[in-house]
T-cell receptor, first 113, second 114 residues
Framework: AQSVTQLDSQVPVFEEAPVELRCNYS??????LFWYVQYPNQGLQLLLK??????LVKGINGFEAEFNKSQTSFHLRKPSVHISDTAEYFC???????????FGAGTTVTVRA | DTGVSQDPRHKITKRGQNVTFRCDPI?????LYWYRQTLGQGPEFLTY????????KSRLLSDRFSAERPKGSFSTLEIQRTEQGDSAMYLC????????????FGSGTRLTVV
């Protein structure tokens, strides 16, 4: 089984500042990793995913994440945030031969002007 | 491609009543999943279908919960004799059968049991 720990429950940040959301995972098998964003009263939207290959993954809306196997981490970054990035962000993991996703508890990002 | 549709968006019901939710996946997606999300938590897996076959059911899903996917198209999730602890967002997602490359989620059905 896999599990995810998101190390920050809330991250306040000023507009145009950089942001990093931390995610650590645990698994006994090789994994796929995902970041999703959830806006209020909506479902989850896929931001980016790591399946294999380059450890630096670029996603939508200017986000990127880096897979670090030795640290079992998959931190999400954006160099300059906008007010519209205010949302909840979820890190998720699955085994490469599994279909289920295990999610972290989420990180709430609040962007202030 | 109209995405994954869920109906209703919101449901308020009295404790002890039965409720049914519907999910219409992306048409070419063979796999369909139900997740539950409570306040302040990430989604938790409930059940999974490949075509019309329900292949896995979480231990979180008590006997009061049942899901179907007749003809491998839309799916329904029914909760019988609802309890206040069933209040949550119920999320449906779908994906293609080959590999796990990330789901497409619907907007969810928010259930409030009063």
């Amino acid at each position: 089984a896999q599990s995810v720990t998101q190390l920050d429950s809330q991250v306040p940040v000023f507009e145009e500042a950089p942001v990093e959301l931390r995610c650590n995972y645990s698994s006994s098998v090789s994994v796929y990793l995902f970041w999703y964003v959830q806006y209020p009263n909506q479902g989850l939207q896929l931001l980016l995913k790591y399946l294999s290959g380059s450890t630096l993954v670029k996603g939508i809306n200017g986000f990127e994440a880096e897979f670090n196997k030795s640290q079992t981490s998959f931190h999400l970054r954006k160099p300059s945030v906008h007010i519209s990035d205010t949302a909840e962000y979820f890190c998720a993991v699955s085994g490469i031969n599994d279909y289920k996703l295990s999610f972290g508890a989420g990180t709430t990002v609040t962007v202030r002007a | 491609d109209t995405g994954v549709s869920q109906d209703p968006r919101h449901k308020i019901t009295k404790r002890g009543q039965n409720v049914t939710f519907r999910c219409d996946p992306i048409s070419e997606h063979n796999r369909l999943y139900w997740y539950r999300q409570t306040l302040g938590q990430g989604p938790e897996f409930l059940t999974y279908f490949q075509n019309e076959a329900q292949l896995e059911k979480s231990r979180l899903l008590s006997d009061r919960f049942s899901a179907e996917r007749p003809k491998g198209s839309f799916s329904t999730l029914e909760i019988q004799r609802t309890e206040q602890g069933d209040s949550a967002m119920y999320l449906c997602a779908s994906s293609k059968a080959q590999g796990n490359y990330g789901y497409t989620f619907g907007s969810g059905t928010r259930l409030t049991v009063v």
